[in-house]
């Protein structure tokens, strides 16, 4: 018996697909399975790719707008004396200037830059909203990609020291654009000798951008750092140090060497620690779906089997006639493994050309959705992108073809053995 494919074998098998009129049945069962391997293919890839650019969006927007890791120093319990009262003072970083060197020096850290951070009340044409203000320096701002993109934003961040830069959607809930002035109100502000009172200041709006993320571009203020220190009473200190490094992904394994550069009591805050569980979530949700859509390219391989069993039984008369011809039970397996595989073949590839078209174009269909539905398809306040884009990924498409061809293959078996074990006596008799 041959090991191979020989010629014959894949003209007979060829043959046997394109079912005469009287064996529509077969033909039609042949599509059916065709049709439904391609269908779950295209199914698999888009939601991969779909998958895929979601988060690679979701992780952009971040690291876009936000530094890899933070480093900042632990609260401090001071006990007074007389009462036995015990405070908690927040954490300041009074030569952040030294730190951020030393922490620039670490290998593999691309730059630093100190923040001031607080939350304060905008408001402007009797419109208000909570925000959160982070004081830096023009040329640390400047570095941020999706901060400074010239698509997304307006204003000239030349002049963010004379003002301030805010979110795009800030800027719509307040009603206000590049030039407008808004109110901060900051609940702990000018310190009187009756105490602390909110700090009332006005600032105009030098620069307004948008970051990607529907959370930030609705809560975030930036001013400059100096002008964050005296708003916030932070006076010669900073509340954090923002760490950018050469590969985000792969952020935990700077924390050792951050906390030695920065000495005792600093503590580490990555991107990771803030949006870990949801990226977890989602490679989980990654796995369920491609098994979830795995269980739809078997039901339609399975088709296969039932299309290869009427022809088995069809063709039970051609199959004694090859027998006696000296045809081997092998070839026989061969010939209707081939049947099966074909099938399995055509239907992969048009599955993996109509989910990569889709993929390619899932953005427009979603934005079509979105104007059909007025905006019910895709909600930027519940996603938290404006967008949904699609990252094809080699892998993710072998993953895909290499699984809709085992299936097609392994679903094959059972037709072909039957058929060559078919007795061609049996197979005769009443012919």
Known sequence: MTLGFSRFEFLIAWRYLRARRAEGGVSVMTWISLIGIALGVMALIATLAVRAGFRAEFVDTILGANAHTTVYVSPQRITNEFTDDVYVVPGRIADYDAMATRLAEVPGVTRTAAIVKGQVMASANDRSNVAEVFGVA??????????????????????????????????????????????????EGARTAFGTTPRVSAYEVTYVFSAGRYDIDRTRIYMPLAEAQSYFNREGVADE???????????????????????????????????????????????????????????????????????????????????????????????????GAFTGILGTLAGVVLG???????????????????????????????????????????????LSLVLSFVVTIFPARRAARMNPVEALRYE
């Open 241 to 339: 140090i923002e760490v950018f490094v050469d590969d985000p992904e792969r952020v935990g394994e700077w924390t050792l060497a951050l906390m030695q550069a920065a000495g005792e009591g600093a503590q580490t805050w990555s991107w990771r620690d803030s949006s870990g569980s949801f990226l977890s979530a989602l490679d989980m949700e990654d796995d369920v779906m491609f098994v979830i859509l795995s269980v739809l390219v078997l039901i339609a391989s399975m088709n296969i089997t039932s299309g290869l069993i009427m022809l088995v039984k069809n063709k039970g008369r051609d199959i004694g006639i090859l027998r006696t011809m000296g045809l081997t039970e092998g070839s026989v397996l061969r010939v209707f493994f081939l049947c």
């Open 138 to 187: 023009r040329g640390d701002l400047e570095a941020m990609p999706r901060i400074v993109d010239p698509a997304t934003s307006e204003g000239d961040l030349e002049r963010f020291d004379e003002g301030i830069a805010i979110g795009s959607g800030i800027a719509r809930e307040l009603g206000v654009g590049v030039g407008d002035r808004i109110r901060l109100i900051a609940p």
């Open 356 to 402: 990569v078209l889709l993929a390619l174009n899932v953005d427009t269909i979603m934005a079509g959705l979105n104007a059909l539905t007025g905006g019910g398809a895709w909600q930027p306040e519940v996603r938290g992108i404006y967008r949904l884009p699609a990252e094809l990924r080699a892998w993710d498409i072998f993953r895909a073809v290499g």
